[in-house]
């Protein structure tokens, strides 16, 4: 079983940047991937990125390349997002998830087993 636990979320303004954080606990993530979803009002789940904890692989969707990045701290066994250049469309929840390593793919949030609370992220135009 793995917890994880989300923070840094808040209010910006447009072009501004946040580091949100993702601390787990409970499980060593060597065998894991690690993820980061959005979701905006009414819309569905979607993948940010992820990151494969052994060798520290990440993968980031097209559109958030280029101004968000995963990046992780191993001894304290924590994922971060930082987001630069952020738009009012960037506005969403944003949860931290997490899967044992395997052949598949990691691309939608049924993927993952396990899931963060969610914190929230505000761009204002």
């Known amino acids: 079983q793995v917890q994880l636990v989300e923070s840094g979320g808040g209010l910006v303004q447009t072009g501004g940047s946040l580091r949100l954080s993702c601390a787990a606990s409970g499980h060593p993530l060597s065998s894991h991937v690690m993820a980061w979803f959005l979701q905006a009002p009414g819309k569905e789940r979607e993948l940010v990125g992820y990151m494969i904890w052994s060798g520290g692989r990440t993968y980031h969707a097209d559109s958030v390349k280029g101004r968000f990045t995963l990046s992780r701290d191993i001894a304290k066994n924590t994922m971060y997002l930082q987001m630069n250049s952020l738009k009012p469309e960037d506005t969403a929840v944003y949860y931290c998830?997490?899967?044992?390593?395997?052949?598949?793919?990691?691309?939608?949030?049924?993927?993952?087993?396990?899931w963060g609370q969610g914190t929230q992220v505000t761009v204002s135009s």
């Open positions: 998830a997490c899967r044992r390593y395997s052949s598949g793919t990691y691309y939608t949030p049924v993927d993952y087993d396990y």
